[in-house]
């Protein structure tokens, strides 16, 4: 299939290939893989600028998704994609295997900078949902940052660079420019840019941006990374979002409280407390029991409610037969889930592979259950229908963004609805306000960054 790309595919190609470092923080359904794969063949087989390119990607990604894109349109399909995973034996295979393009998880980039040392052979190297380098800390960003003279051209592609806002930019841009932009250390582009939010006396548990911070961190990077959102570029049919509440029952209520006021739920019946030893796991156990079942410390479930079960069911029901894709947070809602649906003649699937995948675009199942983590990166549902249903939210908002779009890319046809099942009074209805909040700072880093070019909007 010949590729034609749009005046905005041309744009960032072009920029890709005339600028030795980029972010491209392109919206889901723009076409990144594409954009990336056109700039990589001119590079090699036009201008013979590079000689070897790793591309760093979420494992599912790694191991599909850009060799699929590669072979379906002409001239890139010319490329050769040596997949560097699995066992240590069969990765340095990969590795001395002759390839234009060498394509690793991100969880091995450590153990690969390693291997090569001084000796590393990549001279481009393409970062795949690069907000996953935006901790400072970690020792995958430290590793690639290690490397940075050894690189001659990077890209960092993304649709969510700033997942909890603007303070997650710094790592990102630092392995583009080694910190001429947002400053040489975390902490001094922290205090330079940020001032203390939520706090004790002695320690401060998040930052906040300055007055003028948003402004002065967009002006840094504008020379280096292009913003792009979908809406503005792709022609899709609209989205809704449906919130629809569930009322918890008396006895599912009081459960709630009880654990939400003492952080400890009494199971009469099993003759066990459950206790959530800290915050964070108070959340964890409130999430669970919001959903209707909570696990013990053996892992073992207890069904406490089935009023959000229930909620779902009238849901489907409401759908007169029409797909779902259906988002759980915890396995024991996927089991309850399947379960429930068991008593009813849908076809229902849990999303394992890529004949999962086929089988629901195809049209064979009716119910497609999912954890957002494993549909994240590179699966193209949006074939197979246009209802989503979040049965349980998690607090990521990339996930979530990410999630939505599987449906909701280009090839879409139906405006796609959005169900999202929340228990009022609930960790649900701060969940959904904690993505809001974290979206609005995400939605300023797009907007603020866009590329002007009306006139190859125009010309196309």
């Not at 359904?29 to 990589?40: C, R, V, W």
């Not at 049209?363 to 549909?375: K, M, N, Q, Y």
Request: with cysteine; charged share 25%.
């Amino acid at each position: 299939m010949q590729f034609i790309p749009h005046a905005y595919q041309r744009y960032c190609i072009d920029k890709t290939v005339n600028q030795n470092k980029i972010g491209l923080f392109l919206d889901m359904g723009l076409g990144k893989t594409i954009i990336t794969l056109s700039a990589i063949y001119e590079l090699k087989y036009s201008r013979f600028a590079i000689r070897k390119v790793l591309i760093i990607a979420p494992k599912k990604v790694a191991e599909a998704t850009w060799q699929r894109e590669a072979r379906k349109w002409d001239g890139v399909g010319i490329l050769r994609i040596s997949t560097v995973l699995g066992s240590l034996k069969k990765r340095i295979k990969a590795l001395n295997t002759p390839a234009d393009i060498y394509i690793i998880n991100r969880e091995n980039v450590t153990w690969l900078v390693d291997y090569y040392k001084n000796a590393w052979p990549f001279d481009m190297v393409v970062v795949d949902e690069s907000s996953s380098f935006k901790n400072h800390t970690a020792k995958r960003f430290k590793s690639l940052a290690y490397m940075h003279n050894h690189i001659k051209r990077m890209v960092l592609l993304t649709g969510t660079p700033a997942p909890n806002g603007l303070i997650d930019l710094w790592a990102q841009v630092y392995l583009l420019d080694r910190g001429e932009s947002l400053g040489k250390t975390y902490t001094g582009f922290r205090d330079y840019y940020f001032e203390p939010d939520q706090r004790s006396r002695e320690m401060v548990y998040s930052y906040k941006p300055k007055s003028d911070s948003n402004d002065s961190i967009m002006t840094a990077i504008s020379g280096l990374c292009i913003s792009m959102k979908a809406d503005d570029y792709l022609e899709l049919p609209p989205v809704i979002n449906d919130i629809k509440y569930v009322q918890l029952d008396a006895k599912a209520k009081k459960a709630y409280e009880d654990m939400e006021r003492t952080s400890v739920l009494e199971l009469i019946e099993a003759g066990e407390d459950i206790t959530a030893l800290s915050a964070a796991a108070l959340s964890t156990k409130l999430q669970q029991l919001a959903n209707g079942a909570v696990y013990d410390g053996d892992r073992n479930v207890h069904e406490i409610h089935g009023c959000k079960i229930e909620a779902f069911m009238e849901l489907v029901e409401q759908l007169n037969g029409k797909p779902a894709l259906v988002f759980y947070n915890f396995k024991h809602d996927c089991e309850r889930l399947k379960a429930a649906l068991a008593k009813t003649k849908l076809r229902v699937c849990e999303l394992k592979g890529a004949d999962d995948e086929i089988a629901w675009n195809a049209g064979e199942i009716d119910i497609l259950l999912a954890h957002p983590a494993s549909t994240a990166y590179g699966l193209n549902l949006q074939d197979g229908g246009n209802h989503v249903i979040w049965f349980g939210l998690n607090w990521s908002l990339e996930l979530y963004q990410q999630a939505n779009k599987r449906l909701h890319r280009q090839g879409q046809m139906e405006k796609v609805i959005i169900h999202h099942l929340i228990c009022e009074g609930t960790r649900d209805e701060d969940m959904m306000d904690a993505l809001a909040q974290k979206d609005q700072a995400q939605e300023y880093v797009l907007q603020s960054l866009k590329a002007r070019i009306d006139k190859y909007r125009k010309d196309d």
